[in-house]
């Protein structure tokens, strides 16, 4: 197996297995986090109805403007963050349950976390 099948094995294995234990309901609902190598992306999901309640990411309309071309991966997150945690709280959600999606809760996914954190999310 080359190694980057083997990553891509490793990666999915850590998601299978944090989403075993992991599950959003209707008053805690989950935060999943998806990295790429440009973007990161939120979503707020009720797995009970499978239900996407909001979403964030580095493409959408709020941050488009504000986030710079290039580099600065880090803050593009903190800014994700708190706007999911802001379209959370319109929502009245004020508890939710990560799912880092099999990464390290290290760099952006962390930057996130953080942000929604201060934002008001309790989690």
């Known amino acids: 197996m080359s190694r980057i099948k083997k990553k891509q094995h490793n990666l999915r294995k850590r998601k299978t297995r944090i989403r075993g234990r992991i599950y959003g309901t209707e008053r805690v609902p989950r935060l999943v986090v998806f990295?790429?190598?440009?973007?990161?992306?939120?979503?707020?999901?009720?797995?009970?109805?499978?239900?996407?309640?909001?979403?964030a990411s580095t493409l959408s309309p709020e941050l488009r403007d504000v986030l710079p071309a290039e580099g600065k991966k880090?803050?593009?997150?903190?800014?994700?963050?708190?706007?999911?945690?802001?379209?959370?709280?319109?929502?009245?959600?004020?508890?939710?349950?990560?799912?880092?999606?099999?990464?390290?809760y290290h760099g952006r996914i962390a930057a996130l976390a953080e942000a929604a954190r201060?934002?008001?999310?309790?989690?």
Not at 44 to 53: F, M, P, Q, S
Not at 77 to 99: H, P, T, W, Y
Not at 118 to 123: E, Q, T
């Open 35 to 55: 990295r790429s190598l440009k973007h990161i992306y939120a979503q707020v999901i009720n797995d009970a109805e499978g239900t996407t309640l909001a979403a």
């Open 74 to 104: 880090v803050s593009a997150a903190e800014q994700v963050g708190g706007l999911i945690a802001a379209k959370a709280k319109d929502r009245n959600i004020e508890s939710v349950v990560f799912d880092r999606g099999g990464n390290l």
């Open 118 to 123: 201060k934002g008001g999310l309790k989690f």
